[in-house]
């Protein structure tokens, strides 16, 4: 068995360092986009109100079609208040920063991770910090990806959020050195198991980040019907509650094909490992929870008209599951499945 290379695992704990150094700048970008698009969103408003008061107080018919002229020029303020909010305007510079750093932040990431297995000599997720680690970045690619079909650069904030979390988790409390794997996992399903349940979780991660936003919008959207003050402005940079929905369903759809993959090829190897396709092992339990509960969103959304915050709310229980998976259920309960957690 070869022997384990210090040198390249040090330089992946520096690429891993850089990496959350650069996502951290590009998570205040993105938040510092957020911030401007809400003060320009005010003082338009602040603008629009100020015309309406004169134009309330133009009589009618004054000076050469003085109201027509003041309903022209509010149409054309508002028409550059949705150029303001929205990210096809003239100047986002914090967005694009963010997107760029993005990409930087990702590819240093990405060689913090092939140093991690090349000092290993194999792939390197086989335990909670290599998971982690590995996850982040495949939530960072799969974000960058889904950008070059939609613009998608509102979800910066959170998703890079979410990204530093896994990052510090991977960190801070599963903190492993370099090291051979166990008998156990020293098998190509580890390759095939692991990395399908990493893209899933990956793109559950996108679709949870959609649904939180998604009631967010809701409640902005419910505010302004019954007249009353948005709080949330930023949100107007935000698709419709509605279209938020069907993003997050069709994006789901795909992770739970992946997650029933990642299930029976969980399967497969358990059979191979230990002679026997299911245990009802803790680890596998919640593995089958977590399918249980997106079978039932997409089918409750598809079938039983759960649109709205209801399908919102069981994607987000769905991830939470997801979490709880991937951190309790490793950390704590004992369990087959305990030699690859922390």
Not at 317 to 322: A, D, E, I, Q
Request: proline share 3%; with cysteine.
């Amino acid at each position: 068995m070869p022997s384990i290379d210090y040198t390249l695992a040090s330089y992946s704990e520096l690429f891993m360092l850089l990496a959350a150094f650069a996502y951290t700048i590009a998570f205040l970008a993105f938040s510092w986009d957020l911030a401007k698009s809400s003060k320009t969103i005010r003082a338009v408003e602040s603008r629009l109100e100020e015309k309406t008061a004169v134009r309330e107080t133009v009589p009618a018919g004054a000076g050469n079609g003085s109201a027509r002229d003041w309903d022209a020029d509010g149409s054309r303020e508002a028409q550059t208040a949705d150029s303001a909010m929205g990210y096809t305007g003239p100047r986002r510079n914090a967005a694009r920063v963010g997107v760029a750093l993005t990409v930087l932040a990702a590819a240093i990431h990405a060689a913090g991770v092939i140093t991690r297995g090349m000092a290993a000599h194999r792939v390197p997720w086989g335990n909670m910090y290599e998971f982690c680690t590995t996850g982040a970045l495949v939530v960072a690619v799969v974000f960058l990806l889904v950008l070059t079909r939609r613009d998608l650069r509102f979800l910066g904030t959170v998703v890079l959020g979410l990204v530093l979390v896994m990052m510090m988790a991977a960190t801070i409390g599963f903190p492993t050195p370099v090291a051979h794997l166990v008998p156990a996992l020293q098998s190509y399903w580890l390759i095939i198991h692991v990395s399908v349940a990493v893209i899933a979780s990956a793109l559950f991660t996108l679709t949870f980040a959609m649904s939180v936003l998604q009631l967010l919008q809701a409640d902005r959207e419910t505010r302004i019907r019954s007249g009353r003050k948005e709080r949330l402005p930023f949100m107007r940079i935000v698709p419709s509650a509605q279209s938020l929905e069907n993003l997050s369903y069709r994006i789901n759809a795909v992770a739970f094909v992946l997650w029933t993959f990642t299930l029976m090829a969980g399967a497969i190897w358990a059979e191979q490992a230990w002679g026997r396709y299911w245990g009802w092992d803790t680890k596998e339990v919640w593995t089958f929870v977590i399918w249980v509960v997106y079978a039932g969103y997409l089918h409750a959304r598809a079938t039983r008209g759960w649109t709205g915050t209801r399908s919102a709310w069981l994607s987000i229980v769905g991830y939470l599951c997801v979490v709880f998976n991937f951190t309790i259920v490793n950390m704590f309960f004992s369990g087959l499945h305990s030699y690859s957690g922390v």
